[in-house]
């Protein structure tokens, strides 16, 4: 899989938006872009993806770059429970094994 | 449905010590992982499997073995505990949805070898 550059951390207030960027310059035509999350203490969850449209869950927004070498995981108010380290992984399709190479990720912090 | 469950939740090993981590999911997702993750990093790839009796090696398999004899269950061994398996254990199950590939994890395996 292809590699994603992340801050290490950012800093929210609660009930305000966050952004969280990622840049992945190498992304070929049919990786997919995936967001995790890992709340201190627990397994990783996923939260959204995406190819080459912006994305729209229950959990949060994609929005993906024209030429699609940059993302951001947009969370529309931050809660206090969206502390935790955020993922941003590339998935090929085609990927035999399908799993999920992580990086570092960014701790994002909420403050009250 | 339960989702992923993992035993134990801790445990400490000594040194040349064995034992097995168990992982089922009750999904009926084909696809299992196990993944380590380290102190302060992400995790790491171990050992997947893309069905019952078909397992193949991830990024970081030595010290480690498993089997898949049933959909459900996905057991990671460790024969010979060394210092450096010490780290949080994570097993995951999937169902490949094309480029969704939703993984669902387990709340993990604490794990010291001392």
């Known amino acids: 899989d292809a590699k994603t550059t992340q801050p290490n951390s950012m800093e929210s207030n609660e009930e305000e938006p966050v952004h969280l960027p990622c840049n992945h310059s190498?992304?070929?035509?049919?990786?997919?872009i995936h967001w995790y999350r890992q709340l201190p203490s627990q397994g990783p969850e996923y939260v959204i993806h995406?190819?080459?449209s912006n994305v729209n869950n229950r959990m949060a927004s994609l929005a993906i770059a024209e030429d699609r070498k940059s993302s951001t995981l947009i969370l529309h108010r931050a809660t206090l429970r969206d502390a935790a380290v955020y993922y941003c992984i590339l998935r090929a399709y085609n990927n035999a094994g399908n799993m999920l190479t992580f990086g570092g990720g960014t701790r994002l912090m909420v403050k009250p | 449905n339960a989702g992923v469950t993992q035993t134990p939740k801790f445990r400490i090993l000594k040194i040349g010590q064995s034992m097995t981590l168990q992982c089922t999911q009750d999904?009926?997702?084909?696809?299992m992982y196990w993944y380590r993750q380290d102190p302060g990093m992400g995790l790491k790839l171990i050992y997947y499997?893309?069905?019952?009796?078909?397992?193949d090696k991830g990024e970081v398999p030595n010290g480690y073995n498993v089997s898949r004899s049933t959909t459900e269950d996905f057991p990671l061994r460790l024969e010979l505990a060394a210092p450096s398996q010490t780290s949080v254990y994570f097993c995951?199950?999937?169902?490949?949805?094309?480029?969704?590939?939703?993984?669902?994890f387990g709340p993990g395996t604490r794990l010291t070898v001392l």
């Open positions: 999904m009926n997702h084909n696809y």
């Open positions: 190498t992304i070929s035509g049919t990786d997919y």
């Open positions: 995406g190819l080459t």
């Open positions: 995951a199950s999937s169902y490949l949805t094309g480029g969704k590939n939703e993984q669902f």
């Open positions: 499997s893309v069905g019952a009796g078909i397992t």
